[in-house]
């Protein structure tokens, strides 16, 4: 085990490296010049031009790659054009309103999810069977920008339960939940379809196993047929699921915090990208690739716990 996380953890190399290449060639391809976007009415040829020596955009592109390549092997990911702030420094600030939205949508999704899932194939052809395949192509048909906006409209406008906008704050823990339950359950609904469709399906499919049969067969009660035998291996590819989406979960936040005016690494991104900043956009994908790649890990390992015959190497 430990030596096939080793060298999974040897492999994010390679891979996050092809990521920054490819950000960095994508981001300095976009027309626009960031000082020009700095400067505003202000903007003249002359200072133009001292911003981009300041900042090294005259240098030729290969030599800002690997200048930028340089400082991101000593941990420094570089200084924001528009704030003159270190970029990990807003990444700080914000990566924490991202993480807390990504975690409570994963658990909303999971509990509501897998439960409703279960219930689907266990009442197989009937009204709850019906009833939340109907929910879920709703809930996958809506896009969740639209979810959110609904929810705004209801739930904090006309019954005023929750906030509409902003973040919370982290030391009260209550705000922090009422800022943040809406845009969770917005960006957690598709999963939550799709979780439950792939609950149902997977569940299905076990409990016509021969062994499931066989357990019947002596006397076990459908209860303990479920959730000892069935449960356990209709989980696997439930997991692999939540794994892939917990990942585009935490890189797909950035419409949802656009929506209820949350603070977040989406945000800035999206800030980031309409100002030129090249720095904090590469910045920002660097850090949301590595949190996708590390849930994904988790997920392989997570795999052994589930299902023990599984051999790392």
């Given at each position: 085990?430990?030596?096939?996380?080793?060298?999974?953890?040897?492999?994010?190399?390679?891979?996050?490296?092809?990521?920054?290449?490819?950000?960095?060639?994508?981001?300095?391809?976009?027309?626009?010049?960031?000082?020009?976007?700095?400067?505003?009415?202000?903007?003249?040829?002359?200072?133009?031009?001292?911003?981009?020596?300041?900042?090294?955009?005259?240098?030729?592109?290969?030599?800002?790659?690997?200048?930028?390549?340089?400082?991101?092997?000593q941990g420094n990911l570089?200084?924001?054009?528009?704030?003159?702030?270190?970029?990990?420094?807003?990444?700080?600030?914000?990566?924490?309103?991202?993480?807390?939205?990504?975690?409570?949508?994963?658990?909303?999704?999971?509990?509501?999810?897998?439960?409703?899932?279960?219930?689907?194939?266990?009442?197989?052809?009937?009204?709850?069977?019906?009833?939340?395949?109907?929910?879920?192509?709703?809930?996958?048909?809506?896009?969740?920008?639209?979810?959110?906006?609904?929810?705004?409209?209801?739930?904090?406008?006309?019954?005023?339960?929750?906030?509409?906008?902003?973040?919370?704050?982290?030391?009260?823990?209550?705000?922090?939940?009422?800022?943040?339950?809406?845009?969770?359950?917005?960006?957690?609904?598709?999963?939550?379809?799709?979780?439950?469709?792939?609950?149902?399906?997977?569940?299905?499919?076990?409990?016509?196993?021969?062994?499931?049969?066989?357990?019947?067969?002596?006397?076990?009660?459908?209860?303990?047929?479920?959730?000892?035998?069935?449960?356990?291996?209709?989980?696997?590819?439930?997991?692999?699921?939540?794994?892939?989406?917990?990942?585009?979960?935490?890189?797909?936040?950035?419409?949802?915090?656009?929506?209820?005016?949350?603070?977040?690494?989406?945000?800035?991104?999206?800030?980031?990208?309409?100002?030129?900043?090249?720095?904090?956009?590469?910045?920002?994908?660097?850090?949301?690739?590595?949190?996708?790649?590390l849930v994904n890990l988790?997920?392989?390992?997570?795999y052994g716990v589930v299902?023990?015959?599984?051999?790392?190497?």
């Amino acid at each position: 085990m430990a030596t096939y996380i080793v060298r999974r953890i040897l492999l994010l190399i390679p891979l996050v490296w092809g990521v920054v290449t490819i950000v960095f060639l994508v981001v300095h391809s976009l027309p626009g010049n960031p000082a020009a976007v700095l400067l505003g009415p202000f903007a003249t040829a002359s200072r133009e031009a001292g911003l981009d020596a300041q900042w090294g955009l005259n240098q030729p592109l290969p030599v800002q790659y690997v200048r930028y390549l340089g400082n991101l092997l000593q941990g420094n990911l570089g200084t924001s054009f528009l704030t003159n702030e270190p970029a990990a420094l807003q990444i700080e600030v914000a990566l924490p309103y991202t993480l807390v939205l990504g975690v409570l949508a994963t658990i909303i999704s999971v509990i509501v999810g897998i439960p409703l899932g279960v219930l689907a194939a266990v009442k197989a052809n009937t009204w709850l069977d019906h009833g939340s395949v109907i929910l879920s192509l709703l809930e996958l048909a809506a896009p969740s920008f639209l979810i959110g906006i609904v929810s705004l409209l209801v739930f904090a406008g006309d019954l005023g339960w929750l906030p509409a906008i902003g973040g919370g704050s982290f030391s009260n823990f209550g705000d922090l939940m009422a800022h943040t339950i809406l845009p969770a359950i917005a960006l957690g609904a598709g999963f939550h379809a799709f979780l439950t469709r792939m609950t149902r399906s997977s569940l299905l499919t076990v409990l016509h196993e021969d062994y499931i049969r066989t357990a019947r067969a002596k006397g076990l009660s459908g209860r303990i047929v479920i959730y000892k035998h069935a449960m356990r291996n209709a989980m696997l590819p439930v997991l692999a699921v939540v794994g892939l989406y917990v990942g585009s979960i935490v890189g797909g936040t950035a419409i949802i915090e656009e929506v209820f005016a949350r603070p977040g690494i989406g945000s800035l991104l999206i800030n980031s990208v309409t100002g030129r900043d090249y720095i904090q956009v590469q910045a920002c994908v660097i850090v949301l690739a590595l949190a996708f790649v590390l849930v994904n890990l988790l997920t392989d390992v997570a795999y052994g716990v589930v299902d023990p015959r599984i051999q790392y190497r």
